[in-house]
C-alpha cells in the first residue's frame, strides 16, 4: 500500500480555526499525484486545493511541493487524500481536524475524549490494477465496481479469512481492531470514510449515537439513533455515553456495506466490518474476550435500505440561510455509458453533459484561465459563473442503478430542492432540502455562492467513477481569476508536466 510517513492513515493534521496550515510534500512514489484538503473551502487560496488537471500539475515523481494556506470560518471533521488516479485507495490519505472556541460541542464540557475513526472499504488489488482492468475487460468484471471489498478497516486494521487466502499468500491471523474506552465518560467519535466505492453504516451494539456533525456542519441530532450510514467523502461525528457498562464488557462496533450502492452482496459475505469496543481501567490486566453482544433490538436492522439516519432528520445548531435569488444557473446530466475501447471491449464510463473527464495532467484550468487562455471544451464538462452573488447547480442523475456521493470543492452548499426524476429548465422548483447523495433517477439544485473566484471541482467521490470521467468543474468569476496571487512554486510545477498531445501551454 501507499504509507505517507510510514504509516496508513497518514498523519493527523489537527489545526485551530485561523491556523496557517503548510504540508511540504515529497513524492517518492513512481506517478505524479496532488494532495486535497477535503471539505476545506481554501478562501484565497484555490491554487492549494490539490487538484491535477484543475488547480495544479501534479507533484512530479521524485519531486516536492508546498502546500500553505490558512482554514478560515470552518472547523470540524475534515481529511486530506491525493487527487490524482486513484492512489487515494492505496491509502495515500489522513485526517484533518479543525478546533475553533466558539464550536457548539466542547471537549470537557460536552464530552470528555475524542477518537478519529478511518472506516473504510480495502481491495486486495492496487487502484492501478483495477484501474487498467477497468479501461480493458468488459465492466462486469470483478473490476469494475461491482464486486464487494475484499475487507473493511478501521483506521487501517482489519481482519481478512486467512482460508479465502490465495495460497501462495503469507496470511496470519491477528486480533481484531479494538477500541479502548473507560466507563461512565462521554466519547466523540469522528468517523470519516475515506473509501472508494463502498457506503458503509455503522453502529456500535447497545450504544445510542448522538449525532452532532455532519461533515463540517454542527447539528443538534438527531440523537440516540440506532446507525448512521457514512457515504464516500462523508463525516459523521457522533457522541456515546459508556455509563452502561463496566470494566471488561466488550461490544461490537459494526461497518457493513449498504446494499443499495451495490448489485448484491452474495450468499455467504455479508459485508460486515467489525471490531471491539472494549471497556477498560487503570491497571486492568489486558483482555481478548471477543464481545458477545448482538446487532441490538431495532425494528429496521434486517432492512437493506439503511434508513437508520437519514440526512432530512439532520437538525443544523446554526440555520444557514440560501441565498434568495441567484444570478446563474447550470443544468448538469449524470449518466452512464459504455463505450467501446480500440479492442472492441465495452467498457463503463461515466457522463456529465456528454462529456467524461480524461484524467490526465493536462494544462490545469485554474492556470489557463489565470493566463487568459480559453478552457478546452471536450475534457471537462464546466460551466462559467461570470458574477459575484449565488448561482444554482442542476444535478439530474439519470442513472437508473447508481447513487453518486457528490462532492464540491472549495463551496459549500445549499441543497434548496431535490426530487425524482429529472428537473427542466421549466420545472425548476423547490423542495426540502436533503443529502449530498443523489439517488437513482433523482435531482437535486445545489446553490452556491459564487463570491470567490476560483475552479471549483465538482465530482462522484465513487473512486472508479471519478477515474471514469466523472468530474466537473464549475469557474467562477474569470476576470478576477487572472488578478489572483498565484505563488511562482505552484506554476513551476508545470515545468516538469507532461502534457498529452494536443494541449499546449
Ligand atoms: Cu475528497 Cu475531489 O475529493
Redesign the pocket.
Known sequence: MIVVNNQYPGPLIEANQGDTIIIHVRNDLDSGTGI?F?GINQIGTIWSDG?PGITQCPIPSGGSYTYNFTIQQQSGTF?W?S?LGNTQADGLMGPLIVHNPTDVYIRGRDYDHERVLFISDWKHLTAQTIINGTFTEPFHTKYAGLSLPDSILFDGAGVFNCSQAPTNAHCQQKPLPEIQVQPSKKYRFRVINPGTEAFLTVSIDNHPLNIISADETEVLGPFGIHRVLVPI?ERYDFIIDTSQGKAGDAFWLRAQFCAPNFLAVPPGDTGLGLAILRYVEDGMAPSHQLPTTNDWSHPHVNATSCPDLTSDALVPAIKAEAPQTVSSTWFLDSVIGFPLTPQNVTILDFYFNNVTWTNLPYDPMLFRMHKGLSLNESIVAHTVFAQSGAADIIINNRDVTIDHPY?L?GRAFYIVARGQGALTPESYAKLPPSSSVITRTTYAILRIRTDEPGVF?L?C?LGLH?VHGKMAAIVVQPQAIQNLAIPDAAIHLCDSCNFPPGVTV
Do not use: D, E, I, R
Open positions: 486535497h477535503h487538484v481529511f487524500h487527487h467523502g462532492h470543492h471541482a465530482h467521490h471519478l
